[in-house]
């Protein structure tokens, strides 16, 4: 495994984090290409819904067994993209945050349960 030093990480973060500004909404030269896509059916966004629990599930049975530092990070990465001073709070941005906070809460309760063996 390449360990990263921390500026390097912390440029990566940035990166990775950067779209968080405008809520991940399409560059200038995706706007004409989204034009052309169709709406969803109600059938597809069940399924989407679907998907996305399923997908929230197991990221917290992932992050069960997170070393505590993979969790601080998680809390440090909502932090980041918490809205800074200054700044407009957009729902959505602290919607994020809040739920990357409650994976992070759900997955230590289920470690600390007496049964839980993963």
Known sequence: ??????KRQASG??????????????????????QDIPELTNTELVHLRV???A???IIISL??????????LIREMADFISPRAGSTQHPLTIDA????RKFVDRAIQFRELPDAQF
Request: charged share 30%; glycine share 4%.
């Open 1 to 6: 495994m390449i360990e990263k030093t921390p």
């Open 97 to 100: 945050a809040s739920h990357m």
């Open 63 to 72: 992050l069960t067994q997170a070393p505590d530092e993979q969790h601080e």
């Open 13 to 34: 973060q940035q990166a990775a984090l950067s779209r968080w500004e405008n809520e991940g909404g399409p560059d200038a030269r995706q706007k004409d290409e989204l």
């Open 55 to 57: 997908l929230e599930n």
């Open 51 to 53: 998907r996305v629990i």
